[in-house]
């Protein structure tokens, strides 16, 4: 079965200070892929990384960075510098190969003040 | 190029009612997903439609129904609604040939039972 575990209810930071979001995540799939969204006030979920079950590079999108780990089933979000901007619920989410379903996690709220 | 569109925004219901719920997909996305947020949890998969058929179902009752028209847009049904169906209703739309490539949501449609 598929799951998703964002053990961190709520985070907060004071601007320009570093944060990481944990994701772990459960599969019996050889082949899946992983996502991080965020979802503003407004309710939308943004999109912000996918990542294949063979792809185990770390990639960094300006202040943001993620860490991929298969031997310990995580997937780690991190913001450098945060930002107000930066407050929202951020999700972590799954899917596996012929199951376009995403299995997402509860959800970190973050919340960046000035 | 507008994303995916969902109607209307917010919502009332009486409990016993039925209500629909519309979604256009992102212009090219051919597949659309179902999902419901409670309040403080992530999304949770309702179903999924590609060529006017209903493709995968999560854990919901029968009082959930929806529909896919020639156009890909859709339609989420719930009948005989109780309290416990107040939540965030979210349309997702992909492209079939690169599903798990990414999902583009809507802003959602706010439902409330009374």
Not at chain 1, 24 to 45: A, C, H, I, M
Not at chain 2, 73 to 84: D, I
Request: glycine share 8%; with cysteine; charged share 20%.
């Amino acid at each position: 079965a598929q799951k998703v575990t964002q053990a961190q209810t709520e985070i907060s930071v004071v601007e320009k200070e570093d944060v990481t979001l944990d994701c772990v995540y459960e599969t019996r799939d050889t082949t899946y892929y992983l996502f991080w969204y965020k979802q503003p006030p407004s309710g939308e979920l943004v999109f912000l990384i996918r990542r294949n079950s063979f792809d185990e590079q770390n990639e960094i999108s300006g202040r943001y960075s993620w860490n991929f780990q298969k031997s310990t089933s995580s997937f780690n979000f991190t913001i450098t510098a945060s930002q107000v901007v930066d407050s929202a619920v951020y999700f972590c989410a799954l899917s596996e190969t012929g199951f376009q379903k995403l299995v997402f996690g509860t959800g970190t709220r973050l919340l960046v003040s000035p | 190029d507008a994303g995916v569109t969902q109607s209307p925004t917010h919502l009332i219901k009486t409990r016993g009612q039925q209500v629909t719920l519309r979604c256009s997909p992102k212009s090219g996305h051919d597949t659309v997903s179902w999902y419901q947020q409670a309040l403080g949890q992530g999304p949770q998969f309702i179903f999924q439609y590609y060529e006017e058929e209903e493709r995968q179902r999560g854990n919901f009752p029968d009082r959930f129904s929806g529909h896919q028209f020639p156009n890909y847009s859709s339609e989420l049904n719930v009948n005989a609604l109780l309290l416990g169906d107040s939540a965030l209703y979210l349309c997702a739309s992909s492209f079939e040939p690169r599903a798990n490539y990414g999902y583009t949501f809507g802003s959602g449609t706010r439902l409330t039972v009374v």
